[in-house]
């Protein structure tokens, strides 16, 4: 059984009222699951109780909805035939204004294999826009020696993305990154 470890923020530097942030990276969710998974799943996002969740591993928005309840607003951009997609979830009163992918096309395909593209999603939080960054890192399948360049290339692309693009908006960074504090791709 494969073991899921949650990332859990309480926020309340920004926010006037703390903001319960985590990320769930499901293990390849999609809308055909047992009843019992539904049951499960839909049980730890509710001890989660977060105000916003990143997801990844997600095969379609509908498999999200399928395990979220109404107060959830979806942001996901589903590819044809990914079954690992991105998506971020913000509980009402919060708002999704846009959502994004950063780094699709063939071009990319060396940092970002198999469509794991950088979704950003724009969320209105108490009158204020706020960027949030969902990221799906290459597994480290086939060991470091082997991954360490194409996770450092997106790192690279991330970095250079916001210094260019969004260094003077509130960015929130989250997501499965398959990595050690001390890797060299988390610090770039």
């Known amino acids: 059984m494969k073991t899921h470890i949650f990332l859990i923020l309480i926020v309340n530097l920004f926010f006037s009222q703390t903001i319960k942030i985590a990320s769930y990276n499901i293990y390849f969710l999609d809308d055909g699951i047992k009843q019992e998974r539904k049951e499960r799943l839909q049980k730890i996002i509710d001890d989660l109780d977060a105000d916003i969740i990143g997801f990844q591993e997600i095969n379609n928005e509908a498999a999200l ?60 939080i108490e009158g204020k826009e706020y960027t949030f960054f969902i990221h799906h890192a290459k597994s480290r399948r086939g060991g470091r020696i082997k991954t360490d360049k194409q996770r450092s290339e997106a790192y690279r692309l991330i970095v250079d993305y916001v210094k260019k693009k969004k260094m003077n908006e509130s960015i929130i960074f989250i997501g499965d990154f398959n990595d050690n504090p001390d890797d060299q791709s988390l610090n770039i």
């Open 65 to 124: 909805r399928n395990i979220l309840s109404d107060d959830y607003a979806i942001a996901i951009i589903d590819g044809k035939n990914d079954v690992q997609d991105v998506a971020l979830a913000v509980r009402k009163p919060y708002r999704i204004k846009s959502k994004s992918l950063v780094f699709s096309g063939k071009k990319y395909d060396f940092a970002f294999p198999r469509n794991r593209d950088l979704l950003e999603v724009i969320v209105e």
